[in-house]
T-cell receptor
């Protein structure tokens, strides 16, 4: 196991609702990145948090937002859910930013929007 | 790499044979390339990486080849086992983000 845990593992939401996904990073890691993986595709970068600040963002709208806490755990929030937001959401932690070769992924949260 | 939608390319091999999985990348400025294995219901798992100044790197039963001229990566798995069945992704590393290619599903036939 990687030491990166995500919760919940699965959830179902209705279009228009809001959702919060959680990630606990590996001990000693101060950087958390979030990815969206649609069915049959590779993960796509949403954003990264380093020491509680957003440290880079992919091509996702502002209704995707995040937080990182002093213990370096992180949340991904998605507002006004759309059907296309249905995907596996992955978080990855690394010892610091710029060390992507040493990033460890959690098992993901499967979000279904109906 | 381009998205292939719901239909991942599939490579089917016999147990014990060697497998070769290919990947094209787009950013010639990437420093590192990584191969990941993703089993059903799990997150991507690091297999091996290669720096852009190398053309070959070997691990345990795996070899990665990098051809910068044609922007092509390959992952070779020796003596493929049933436990190797998974989706394999190549990824380019940036300072912050990993950029994943479209995956390949490897099916190992007993």
């Amino acid at each position: 196991e990687t030491g990166v845990t995500q919760s919940p593992t699965h959830l179902i939401k209705t279009r228009g609702q809001q959702v919060t996904l959680r990630c606990s990073s590996q001990s000693g890691h101060n950087t958390v990145s979030w990815y969206q993986q649609a069915l049959g595709q590779g993960p796509q970068f949403i954003f990264q948090y380093y020491r509680e600040e957003e440290n880079g963002r992919g091509n996702f709208p502002p209704r995707f937002s995040g937080l990182q806490f002093p213990n370096y755990s992180s949340e991904l929030n998605v507002n006004a859910l759309e059907l296309d937001d249905s995907a596996l959401y992955l978080c990855a932690s690394s010892i610091t930013w710029g060390k992507n070769t040493e990033a460890f992924f959690g098992q993901g949260t499967r979000l279904t929007v109906v | 790499g381009e998205s292939v939608g719901l239909h991942l390319p599939t490579l089917s091999v016999q147990e014990g044979d060697n497998s070769i999985i290919n990947c094209a990348y787009s950013n010639s400025a990437s420093d590192y390339f990584i191969w990941y294995k993703q089993e059903s219901g799990k997150g991507p798992q690091f297999i091996i990486d290669i720096r852009s100044n190398m053309d070959k790197r070997q691990g345990q039963r795996v070899t990665v080849l990098l051809n910068k001229t044609v922007k092509h990566l390959s992952l070779q798995i020796a003596a493929t086992q049933p436990g190797d069945s998974a989706v394999y992704f190549c990824a380019e590393t940036g300072r912050r983000a990993l950029t994943f290619g479209s995956g390949t599903r490897l099916q190992v036939q007993p």
